[in-house]
């Protein structure tokens, strides 16, 4: 199994979409990642950007 960390850009994208109101599955589906990466991240680093 092949694992990639999320990108600077990703991290950014994942921001924004949220501050827009995109649920977690929408982010996912747009940058091909799992919903439940998405909600790590945001619950990780949402406060940090």
Do not use: F, K, P, W
């Amino acid at each position: 199994m092949s694992y990639q960390h999320l990108t600077d850009h990703d991290r950014y994208v994942i921001y924004h979409l949220h501050l827009v109101g995109l649920s977690r599955a929408e982010i996912g589906r747009r940058i091909g990642r799992h919903r439940s990466t998405i909600a790590r991240e945001l619950g990780r680093n949402v406060n940090r950007m």
